[in-house]
């Protein structure tokens, strides 16, 4: 079946940077995008970032451009999420997202705090 592991969050302080990753399997990870999306408290999921299947395109999210850089590794069966510059605004659970089959699966989320 299709799990998805996130890791890498944390508390950091503004303008530090964190790496979250994101571990797949249940599915031939290098046939599909990958996405990152978040949810801050009392607020909506959102979209963050999305991957094509071998990496050539990436979408961001107006408010992470050039902050956060999305990558994956097909051989790892991963993707990453690169934050630098982290606002406190950027605190939320993150969360990797594929569809496959129709279906969209979502990890269990990772916590990034952003606080002095």
């Known amino acids: 079946q299709v799990q998805l592991v996130e890791s890498g969050g944390g508390l950091v302080q503004p303008g530090g940077s964190l790496r979250l990753c994101c571990a797949a399997?249940?599915?031939?990870?290098?046939?599909?995008?990958m996405s990152w999306h978040r949810q801050a408290p009392g607020k909506e999921r959102e979209f963050v970032a999305s991957?094509?299947?071998?990496?050539?395109?990436?979408d961001y999210a107006d408010s992470v451009k050039g902050r956060f850089t999305i990558s994956r590794d097909n051989s790892k069966n991963t993707v990453y999420l690169q934050m630098n510059s982290l606002k406190p605004e950027d605190t939320a659970v993150y969360y990797c997202k594929v569809s496959v089959g129709g279906a969209d699966y979502w990890g269990e989320g990772s916590l990034v705090t952003v606080s002095s």
């Open positions: 399997s249940g599915f031939t990870f290098q046939n599909y995008y």
């Open positions: 991957i094509s299947n071998i990496g050539m395109i990436t």
